[in-house]
């Protein structure tokens, strides 16, 4: 049953957060972090050959940011499972992220166990944007 992992990609570029992130998520005995990038060209070029189940990406990054990584994921392989990361809660950040294809959204400052449950909810198919973003989104129409 070893191979039940969800196997999931860090982008981001500050080396503390890819770091605490992954002894974070290697709580989680299903979660395995199979690579962690320190921006948007290392990821797009390991992603082809990883295919991580989840690729949890920082928005804020250059040369390459998070929304132009996940446009350009997205265009060549469409059924990919992004969650946008970031620590900023506007809900512009978010709905720009799921415009592109991202399937989900949490801030760096999501409890653990709400990035979890984010994690497994994107895995299954579904959509996930954190509570903190919630909040702060408009009614919908």
């Known amino acids: 049953m070893k191979n039940d992992y969800i196997r999931i990609m860090l982008v981001d570029d500050h080396q503390l957060v890819r770091e605490s992130f992954k002894l974070l998520l290697e709580n989680n005995p ?3 972090v199979i690579a962690d990038c320190d921006n948007g060209n290392a990821a ?3 992603f082809q050959s990883l295919n991580p189940d989840i690729m949890l990406v920082d ?5 390459v940011n998070g929304f132009e990584l996940t446009r350009r994921i997205i265009e060549t392989m469409p ?17 720009r992220m799921m415009e ?19 994690i497994l909810a994107v895995h299954r198919g579904e959509h996930y944007i954190c509570e903190e973003v919630r909040l702060n989104m408009p009614p919908s129409e």
């Open 30 to 32: 299903r979660f395995q």
């Open 44 to 46: 797009l070029e390991q």
């Open 59 to 63: 928005i804020n990054m250059s040369p």
């Open 79 to 95: 059924m990919a499972k992004i969650i946008g990361l970031s620590v900023h809660n506007q809900a512009k950040y978010a709905t």
């Open 100 to 118: 592109l294809g991202a399937r989900g959204f949490l801030t760096k400052t999501s409890p653990l166990e709400e990035i979890n449950r984010g």
